[in-house]
């Protein structure tokens, strides 16, 4: 008797649903690292990432979690001190690498469901000789999207202030150009916008920024990008990669570009906006400030509406995911991850049902 659980519909804001063909393509076949079939995957995946990145600058691809390039950003372009924009939990996480590999690092902090504004960045990086900032683009915990040109504007009047972004639930589901908004380095994880499976981490990387990594000491052996940009000199990785990654990465870039990438952003533009919206009409609010709100994922708090908490109960034994709250904001708020593979359609269906499970709970109430 087959015991498998049946599987779930992702609807959390990471990792989030995988089509069947892209799946496909993680079983192909292993073929060695060092061989010139895989060499020429390397450089396809790198070429389709420039388009999507919106570079001409060098692409870096490892197989990991994204967190694995966060600490590469302190530890090869941080020699002594930085600033840390925390609105969340995963902003948080990256001054806390900071400390951990004993920078000197200061976090600029706004509360929980707060953005950062242009002129308080400003302000921030006048008070201190800071080497690099770090800024989340959409800080999943709290369904916080900042703004990201107008903030990288910002950093371009310090010009000896690098700027390091996290897009990992933005990439693919949000504007993010590289070159025109003149970033230093740009990480994302492959699991939320791209719908791959997780396990590789990928990003763009300036020549001004690799310049500054030539002279950071101590910047390691694994999370070396010189060592990285290096081995792609060969169209290849230091380590050995998953190939079966980058097998659905090769398959789902090209996917991604027949949709068209404006097409693909006003996809989740309009799946926020209808979520969003949807939340209001329960009586719930959107934990996320007005001028804040993320396009791939909501942030959703109680308000006057509904426990949700039953809710997201009812919905899991109809195999559908949402998440409650991250953290500190567990049983206050639910998020729901609009981004990746769903469609309008698919939204609707979910929000139809999540409108009866909140009505069944209050009639058992």
């Known amino acids: 008797m087959d015991s498998a659980p049946k599987p779930l519909k992702l609807f959390i804001p990471g990792p989030t649903e995988v089509a069947p063909e892209v799946l496909a393509e993680m079983a192909r076949s292993a073929i060695g690292h060092r061989t010139p079939a895989c060499a020429e995957l390397w450089a396809s995946c790198r070429e389709g990432l420039r ?45 806390e690498m900071a400390v951990a590999c004993g920078k000197e690092a200061t976090a600029f902090e706004v509360p929980w469901g707060e953005g950062f504004r242009p002129e308080a960045l400003d302000a921030a990086l006048a008070m201190g000789d800071y080497e690099a900032v770090t800024l989340v683009h959409n800080e999943t915990s709290t369904g916080v999207m900042n703004p990201l040109a107008e903030l990288a504007e910002v950093v371009q009047g310090h010009p000896e202030v690098l700027l390091l972004v996290d897009t990992v639930s933005s990439l693919a ?29 990928v990003a763009a990387v300036s020549e001004r920024a690799l310049q500054r990594a030539a002279e950071v000491a101590d910047r390691g052996w694994f999370l070396d990008v010189l060592r990285l940009v290096t081995s792609n000199q060969k169209e290849q990785s230091p380590t050995t990669p998953s190939t079966a990654h980058l097998y659905a990465l090769q398959f789902q870039l090209q996917r991604i570009f027949e949709e068209g990438l404006v097409a693909r952003w006003q996809r989740h533009a309009a799946m926020s906006e209808r979520t969003q919206a949807w939340a209001l009409q329960q009586g719930f609010e959107l934990f996320a400030a007005d001028g804040f709100r993320s396009q791939t994922v909501s942030c959703i708090g109680r308000g006057d509406g509904p426990d949700f908490v039953p809710a997201l109960q009812n919905l899991l034994q109809q195999g559908l995911l949402v998440s409650n709250g991250y953290g500190k904001l567990k049983n206050q708020t639910f998020r729901i991850g609009h981004m990746g593979e769903h469609r309008m359609s698919d939204l609707e269906d979910l929000l139809s049902r999540f409108e009866s499970a909140l009505q069944v709970g209050e009639k058992v109430q």
């Open 51 to 95: 388009r999507l990145f919106q570079t001409e600058q060098e692409i870096l691809m490892l197989t990991g979690p994204a967190s694995a390039f966060m600490e590469a950003a302190i530890r090869n372009f941080v020699s002594r001190k930085s600033l840390h924009l925390v609105c969340g939990a995963f902003s948080k996480r990256w001054y």
């Open 173 to 201: 589901g949000a504007p993010v150009a590289f070159d025109d908004m003149k970033l230093d380095f740009c990480l994302a994880g492959v699991q939320k916008a791209l719908a791959l499976p997780a396990g590789l981490a």
